[in-house]
DNA sequence: TCACTGCGTTCTATAAACAGAACGAAAGAT
DNA sequence: ATCTTTCGTTCTGTTTATAGAACGCAGTGA
């Protein structure tokens, strides 16, 4: 299906969902009506002021009406168990990926965090501009940028800028947590 | 800054990075370079078919052209306390919202979940297509979608559509966990 | 019945997006 | 040095996207 029909059908369909008629669209949209009929139809290529104005009277984001399928939707169903090495007492502080999911060229990682009593470890900065999301189960955390660290209790919550040098730490006791990173992939960013 | 020239700095910006010349994009994207020129000085208002051979030629998501200006980068330093009120015994089953970013067009949201030993409680499903990733932190908790539920230890994780009904059932003991809820939104902004 | 309204399509004239040629500038090659 | 090539811009004619009118159709009310 060449791109003008998905988007006319993506239009009507759009249209079509908010209960608006064709004409209420143009009007709102500044558009003749006759141009916005053969744009439905998909026998016309719009030019980039008519997308935009469309997609603002329809409040869609413009490149959801390019879209020919949506995202492949991220694969349901998965479990995974803790691994056994999980339990391995001797390392001070354990980050472990639990789940990966890219879509929209965005990538989402959670993993389980373990920082032993009295271990401080400094991750260097991401390359990519990475935002941590850290939610802490149990213990006492001194985490965040290393240069203006955050001290944590159980269910405490803190969101930071990976971008930079940060630190884990705990003081006194065990600390258990989830750890959700997240990043806009490296290729899709390119201007 | 209007649109027709965020584009064409888009594409300049874009050829210029990939080490192209103007007239080399222009011939692979079949396109008259006197075209080419005029849409990267921000004179011309492209057309889709346009626009999408650039996209190609350039390998970039057609999407990434319209971008105005990077998401609004997400506000990181966020510190969220556990509430005392998290510590109510009485709940059944407690979700509680620590942070929602929003950027891309997609929400995030991360809970605190709790679910007291003995209650089951069935979350119907999500209007928007929401993907639910749960790490159980202690406890054996019964989740995912209604119709096919796991079993799932302390450290145990699990994604799940939480488009269909899904279940939290805690049998034995209280049950402990993080859960990350993520989902497109509904009616995002247009670009 | 017969206006009257709003609908979506088709038609027509205008504005502008396009292809391609012409141009001057800069860089290499012989 | 003078061809030669490639660059990006500007110009010109053709194509076409658009605005708006004209049209037929369906529903409504007097």
Redesign the interface.
């Known amino acids: 299906m060449e791109?003008?029909k998905v988007?006319g059908a993506n239009l009507r369909a759009t249209r079509v969902h908010r209960g608006l008629s064709l004409s209420e669209v143009a009007r709102r949209a500044e558009l003749g009506k006759g141009t916005l009929s053969e744009l439905e139809a998909g026998q016309r290529?719009?030019?980039?002021?008519t997308?935009?104005a469309l997609?603002?009277v329809l409040?869609?984001?413009?490149?959801?009406l390019?879209i020919t399928e949506a995202?492949p939707?991220?694969?349901?169903?998965?479990?995974?168990?803790?691994a056994d090495e999980?339990e391995l007492p001797g390392r001070a502080v354990d980050v472990q990926l639990?789940?990966r999911?890219i879509g929209?060229?965005?990538t989402?990682e959670?993993y389980?965090i373990h920082v032993r009593a009295g271990n401080r470890y400094v991750s260097p900065a991401h390359r990519p501009?990475v935002?941590e999301?850290l939610?802490v189960?149990?213990g006492t955390l001194v985490t965040?940028?290393e240069s203006?660290p955050?001290t944590?209790?159980?269910?405490?919550?803190?969101?930071?800028?990976g971008g930079a040098d940060h630190v884990y730490a705990a003081t006194d006791e065990d600390v258990?947590g989830?750890l959700?990173m997240?990043y806009?992939d490296e290729e899709?960013?390119?201007?």
Chains 1, 2 share one sequence.
């Open positions: 791109l003008v988007v290529n719009p030019t980039l002021e997308l935009y997609a603002t409040g869609v984001p413009l490149g959801r390019l995202d939707p991220v694969e349901t169903g998965l479990v995974v168990r803790r999980a639990v789940d999911t929209g060229g965005r989402l959670i389980r501009r935002i999301q939610l189960h149990s965040g940028p203006d955050e944590l209790g159980p269910g405490d919550y803190i969101r930071f800028d258990a989830t959700v997240r806009v899709a960013s390119a201007l």
